[in-house]
């Protein structure tokens, strides 16, 4: 049962425009959220977090907004650029907990010039 | 320069061959982790470590065996029981088993 789901496999949109990357979580003492981007053979790198106290965090062109009663999450990218031409995960994990992050199966955003 | 590291790059397995994956780190972290990549698959976890001389099997640990005897080193055996090893493997750290966990490069495992 995944308990992180990202429910867009790919998402295009235009250079300039914003680019909006979602996510879904069922398990209700997740508390911390965060977003990587993978290019192709390499390595996720971090890309910002959340924590459940918080409903926004900002970060230059990257926001992400989180809807607690919702369960849900989402990654802004204002104005989108060619070089955020990448696959995005979103991840969740419980301070309480003694397990890791969960990720999602990711989404893969293309920005047309 | 603080990071971590994979080695190598890509790595060829023979049948029946167990082969083994290195990941270093020297961020001081004490948690480490393996996860597998496949081909339009998200990060399954394969073992995590959060303490020295201690891990945990994760979501697909079949046919993989890791040790923790250092800090800085978590290697993973890809072992002849791991029927289909042919994938990308990512090593990730992080201070703790529920902070943000930072990843190394991957290395690409396919079989001959």
């Known amino acids: 049962d995944q308990q992180v789901k990202q429910n867009s496999p790919s998402l295009s949109v235009q250079e300039g425009r914003i680019s909006i990357l979602n996510c879904d979580y069922t398990?209700?003492?997740?508390?911390?959220f965060l977003w990587y981007k993978k290019y192709p053979a390499e390595g996720p790198t971090f890309l910002i977090s959340i924590s459940s106290i918080k409903d926004k965090n900002e970060d230059g062109r990257f926001t992400v907004f989180l809807n607690k009663s919702a369960k849900h999450l989402s990654l802004h990218i204002v104005p989108s650029q060619p070089g955020d031409s990448a696959v995005y995960f979103c991840?969740?994990?419980?301070?309480?907990?003694?397990?890791?992050?969960?990720f999602g199966k990711g989404t893969r955003l293309s920005v047309i010039a | 320069d603080g990071g971590i590291t994979q080695s190598p790059k890509y790595l060829f397995r023979k049948e029946g061959q167990n082969v083994t994956l290195s990941c270093e780190q020297n961020?001081?972290?004490?948690?480490m982790y393996w996860y597998r990549q496949d081909p339009g698959q998200g990060l399954r976890l394969i073992y995590y470590?959060?303490?020295?001389?201690?891990?945990q099997k994760g979501d697909i640990a079949e046919g993989y065996s890791v040790s923790r005897e250092k800090k800085e080193s978590f290697p993973l055996t890809v072992t002849s029981a791991q029927k289909n090893p042919t994938a990308f493997y990512l090593c990730?750290?992080?201070?703790?088993?529920?902070?943000?966990?930072?990843f190394g490069p991957g290395t690409r495992l396919l079989v001959l």
């Open positions: 398990n209700s003492m997740f508390d911390y």
């Open positions: 961020l001081n972290h004490d948690a």
């Open positions: 470590s959060q303490i020295v001389n201690d891990f």
């Open positions: 990730a750290s992080s201070t703790g088993g529920q902070e943000t966990q930072y």
């Open positions: 991840a969740a994990s419980a301070h309480s907990g003694n397990t890791p992050l969960v």
